[in-house]
């Protein structure tokens, strides 16, 4: 079964230091790995995906991911953080296998990250 | 770009009326639509997947008589709340994919808030 955690509820960083947001996937197929954010009250905002290829993925706003296979983890990067950044982070992972594919998605739990000037 | 929109932002009712929520999008034809429900702080938990012209696919426990899907078109999707009770209060937000390719990315809607009195 497919699955997606993000085991830090909150992650707390002073503006213009460098963030990490932790996400690890378990599935059965090769992995497609999304991340998302979310502002109060809105929709989610898609940040960057890892298909395949190159394990360092760049996406909007400055942010980039590190995909490692051995580690099963997908953690979303920024080296300078904004006040701006604040907001609700969701990683999500499709799995590639079984026809019954219908390209859900399973999203972890959420992050909330607070940048504090 | 990929863009959703959804309407109404907000709605309230009193108990036992039903409520639409469309979901459009705006730049794009959308083969795929899926319906979410996210409580405060949590994560997203999907109820349905849908394809234009065909009936929706709910996910297990999701009451199908409860949460009319409606995909008439390729840029139109219509979430009917039928005789909605105040445990039916959430944040309902939608997605869509422009192909049907596992590896497309979801762009979501804004949401809509809804309030059952």
């Known amino acids: 079964a497919q699955s997606v955690a993000q085991p830090e509820d909150q992650v707390n960083v002073a503006e213009g230091n460098p963030l990490t947001v932790k996400c690890t996937y378990s599935?059965?197929?090769?992995?497609?790995l999304f991340w998302y954010v979310q502002y109060p009250n809105r929709g989610l905002q898609f940040l960057l995906k890892?298909?395949?290829?190159?394990?360092l993925v760049k996406g909007s706003y400055g942010f980039e991911a590190e995909f490692n296979k051995s580690q099963t983890s997908f953690h979303l990067k920024k080296p300078s953080a904004l006040v701006s950044d604040s907001a609700l982070y969701f990683c999500?992972?499709?799995?590639?296998?079984?026809?019954?594919?219908?390209?859900?998605?399973?999203f972890g739990q959420g992050t909330t990250l607070q940048v504090k000037p | 770009g990929a863009v959703v929109s959804q309407h109404p932002s907000r709605v309230i009712c009193k108990s036992g009326t039903s409520v639409k929520i469309e979901c459009r999008s705006l730049d794009f034809q959308a083969t795929t639509m899926f319906w979410y429900r996210q409580f405060p702080k949590q994560s997203l938990m999907l109820m349905a997947t849908s394809n234009e012209g065909s009936k929706a696919t709910y996910e297990q426990g999701v009451e199908k008589d409860k949460f009319l899907i409606n995909h008439a078109s390729l840029t139109l999707s219509t979430l009917t709340v039928t005789s909605a009770h105040p445990e039916d209060s959430s944040f309902y937000i939608c997605s869509a994919t422009r192909g049907g390719a596992v590896t497309d990315t979801q762009y979501f809607g804004p949401g809509t808030r809804l309030t059952v009195l």
């Open positions: 599935v059965s197929g090769n992995p497609y």
């Open positions: 890892y298909i395949t290829g190159d394990n």
């Open positions: 999500a992972v499709r799995d590639s296998y079984g026809s019954s594919n219908t390209g859900k998605l399973i």
